[in-house]
């Protein structure tokens, strides 16, 4: 129903910058909430920002250096990686909870990326 399709990962040094970008597509109403989350090796995975409604969520280990973003005529979502560190890297996993349609309304679904790869390294 709803698919999700995400970009930009790739190999940066430390203090570059990487932009991953998640496209959605299917019979979306709305969406209640847009993000990033990232699973580096060996660890859980873990919020790395979200837009919930106009409200923007950030983890301390990336406030001031991560900047999510929106555009929801193109039904995607963006987070702005600068000043990267060895240790933001993970597999970033786009999510989202997006209102659809169904045979008693609409429900709210939420689905996550294939994910991407972001490697810091020198």
């Known amino acids: 129903q709803v698919q999700l399709v995400e970009s930009g990962g790739g190999l940066v040094q430390p203090g570059g910058s990487l932009r991953l970008s998640c496209k959605a597509s299917?019979?979306?109403?709305?969406?209640?909430?847009m993000g990033w989350y990232r699973q580096a090796p060996g660890k859980e995975r873990e919020l790395v920002a979200e837009i919930i409604s106009l409200s923007t969520i950030y983890a301390d280990s990336v406030k001031g250096r991560f900047t999510i973003s929106r555009d929801n005529a193109e039904k995607s979502v963006y987070v702005q990686m600068n000043s990267l560190k060895p240790e933001d890297t993970a597999v970033y996993y786009c999510?989202?909870?997006?209102?659809?349609?169904?045979?008693?309304?609409?429900?709210?679904?939420?689905?996550w990326g294939q994910g991407t790869l972001v490697t810091v390294s020198s």
């Open positions: 299917g019979s979306i109403v709305s969406f209640n909430a």
């Open positions: 999510n989202v909870r997006a209102v659809v349609p169904n045979d008693q309304g609409y429900r709210v679904l939420e689905v």
